[in-house]
């Protein structure tokens, strides 16, 4: 079975080494990007099967990614917002324009793969 297309927009280096060493051992092809510019360059490049994307990043925004993902680019494909902003005002903003599922920081990666095996069991 061909590995899962994942791509991780995540400024924090150390979080997103965890992060793509968890999720390569689950046996996912993990694209990371550190800020919103790298995430264009990646999206126009390869559409992946899933996004796991922080809320506060350079450039382009998580909030603005999955604007970007739903209205812009038209696709359906699962985005779970991963922040430490988890105020109610960015969670029902993320919700509003198309994110699946939010996490907020600190959170267990185990938990985070879980929520990621439920949105693609659902495409």
């Known amino acids: 079975m061909e590995a899962r297309h994942l791509l991780?927009?995540?400024?924090?280096?150390?979080?997103?080494?965890?992060?793509h060493f968890k999720?390569?051992?689950?046996?996912?092809?993990?694209?990371?990007?550190s800020d919103g510019k790298q995430v264009k360059e990646q999206l126009a490049q390869q559409v992946p099967d899933i996004i796991v994307t922080d809320i506060m990043m350079p450039y382009f925004s998580g909030i603005e990614l999955v604007d970007h993902v739903r209205n812009h680019m038209g696709l359906s494909l699962p985005i779970i917002i991963i922040?430490?902003?988890?105020?109610?005002?960015?969670?029902?903003?993320?919700?509003?324009?198309?994110?699946?599922?939010?996490?907020?920081k600190p959170f267990s990666p185990s938990e985070l793969l879980v929520r990621i095996a439920k949105e693609l069991k659902k495409v």
């Open 8 to 19: 991780l927009a995540e400024d924090d280096d150390m979080l997103a080494q965890l992060l």
């Open 23 to 33: 999720l390569a051992k689950e046996g996912f092809a993990v694209h990371h990007c």
């Open 83 to 104: 922040s430490a902003a988890g105020n109610e005002v960015n969670v029902l903003n993320a919700f509003d324009l198309g994110a699946n599922d939010f996490v907020a």
